[in-house]
């Protein structure tokens, strides 16, 4: 159902935007805009059985990619590409006894984005909103432990929940769905200069997650507040 959902999401993109070229309504816009990103991620995973945990922050930059296609009445429809490296992972809320852990997880993100834009095209403030689907490609993990980790405070653990500790990332390429809504400010000759808030919900897992493994679920779920400064490559209405 995951896969369905993914399918038919990028589906819907791309056939929203070859309508829109092919039907010719709005104002025809080609316009290429390059820069760069970065910002600050909270995420958790969903596990089953659930893990008590509070926000796992960490850095997020990378490359944005920008090509606007039409102007639909007041409607600026854009697709937009991004490579981005994100520190994601989860941080436990024990109670039970004074041991902390938190494991920090590295992907290189690559979503593909429908943005659709509203406000002053190229001299202004205009809002914007944008979705789609993304791919995750894991790199590398560390974990970061505290306390006094003895065989009695693992036992405490609630519904003796502990696999994840000993667990490594099986999963190496994870998908999901991002979204989110932003404000960009356009100039003349200096570029495009944005700030945007998102939420990634993960459709995959990074644990393996057949019946004799220890988690039916351990998905990715991430805020993000980032900013972006993009520069025009070219740019013809």
Known sequence: MRRIILI?????IHFAFQNA???????????????VNGGYVLNKVSFDPTIKQGYHGGA????????TCEKYFKVLCALQF?????QLGWKEVIETSSDTYSRTVNYIQMPLLARLGFGR??????????LGPQVDFYLNDRDKRGGEWSSETLASRPNHVTQQYDLPIQNTFEYGITGG???EVNTRHAGHFMIEGRYYYG???????????????SANGTIVAKATYLFDLFRRK
Do not use: C
Request: no cysteine.
């Open 8 to 12: 038919l999401l990028i589906f819907n």
């Open 181 to 183: 809504l932003g404000l």
């Open 82 to 86: 991004e490579a981005n490296y994100a």
């Open 121 to 130: 095209e190229e001299k202004g403030v205009m809002g914007f909103l944008v």
């Open 203 to 217: 459709l995959s897992n990074m644990f393996h997650d057949g019946k004799s493994d220890p988690f039916g679920r």
């Open 21 to 35: 070229a092919k039907a010719q309504v709005g104002e025809y816009r080609n316009a290429l805009a390059l820069g």
């Open 60 to 67: 997020s930059m990378g490359l944005t990619l920008r090509y």
